[in-house]
């Protein structure tokens, strides 16, 4: 049984589409840490950010990391990965606290 989930995502690119919140529920009753690792601030990032907020009912904390995590594998030039990360940081900031249940800590790093 998962206490915390860490999700490393890469996806930076994409069509851009209306978010959807609909999604089979299923309840996550033991998770406590939810991370999303490379957060784009992409509508699937929101999705999947706001799935878990609804259906992890122990949840304590999301952290939200922007940072690129896979630096070995993918040159990005600096000044592209600081905008996106940036970018990301504040579609963040903007969207998910009005998603968050109460007593859920948010963490953008």
Not at 20 to 42: M, N, R, V
Request: aromatic letters at 8%; proline letters at 5%.
């Amino acid at each position: 049984m998962y206490r915390d989930f860490q999700l490393l995502c890469f996806s930076p690119m994409g069509r851009r589409r209306k978010a959807t919140y609909s999604a089979t529920a299923h309840h996550h009753e033991h998770l406590k840490l939810f991370q999303i690792l490379g957060y784009y601030g992409g509508i699937a990032d929101l999705e999947l950010a706001a799935y878990m907020l609804q259906n992890a009912n122990a949840l304590e904390k999301i952290v939200i990391d922007p940072r690129t995590q896979i630096d070995k594998a993918i040159k990005a030039t600096k000044d592209f990965s600081e905008n996106n990360e940036e970018a990301a940081r504040s579609s963040a900031k903007l969207r998910l606290p009005p998603l968050l249940p109460q007593g859920v800590e948010l963490v953008i790093l």
